[in-house]
């Protein structure tokens, strides 16, 4: 894995290769990347969760308080329990989103597939997301694990990331780029 210079990205690094060693002792690597996802859609539906884990206002104990009820009420428990309430108590919850994205690039890789990044400007059906990995599977060379977000503005198409490759077939760049081209040329 790639070594940012980042100091979020390489706690995010730590922590997530620490939680996936101790997930595959116990062979429980899919509930954890579950309970995982699971987790990062409660954060990215609650501008208050986001707000609890960002802001450094909050306690150590009023987050790991705030982590363990939200984790016992959504049922995260076992290994992703455990783990969620260590971080806010050393007061690491504002790398969560890094770790997660970091635990699916290690599963993906123990699972010899490659992880991506796609965000579309509409959500994908099953059908459509079939037909990427196997596209982007033509492009890797091996099987594609995709994340998929939905970014209206891109008005069409698609941007996808599979390491420090990026290619992007939304309408949004491909009319930035004809802005630019007419007014290179008026």
């Not at 990347?33 to 707000?51: I, P, Q, W, Y």
């Not at 790991?64 to 309430?85: S, V």
């Not at 690491?92 to 992880?115: D, N, S």
């Not at 459509?128 to 060379?141: I, Y």
């Amino acid at each position: 894995m790639a070594q940012s210079s980042s100091p979020i990205s390489g706690v995010a690094e730590r922590y997530a290769g620490s939680l996936f060693e101790l997930a595959l002792q116990t062979n429980s690597v899919a509930s954890v990347e579950a309970d995982l996802n699971r987790f990062e859609t409660m954060l990215e539906g609650s501008a208050d969760l986001s707000r609890l884990i960002r802001s450094p206002v909050f306690s150590s104990e009023d987050q790991a308080k705030a982590i363990a009820a939200i984790a016992d009420k959504a049922g995260i428990t076992g290994l992703t329990g455990n783990f969620l309430r260590v971080v806010a108590q050393n007061r690491r919850l504002f790398a969560v989103p890094g770790m997660i994205k970091a635990f699916r690039q290690i599963a993906a890789e123990h699972r010899g597939e490659t992880a991506a990044e796609v965000t579309s400007a509409h959500a994908l059906t099953p059908a459509q997301e079939t037909e990427l990995k196997a596209a982007l599977k033509s492009v890797a060379g091996k099987d594609v694990a995709i994340t998929v977000t939905v970014d209206p503005s891109l008005l069409g198409g698609l941007v996808a990331k599979i390491g420090s490759r990026q290619i992007d077939t939304s309408l949004k760049t491909k009319l930035n780029s004809l802005k630019l081209a007419l007014k290179e040329v008026g």
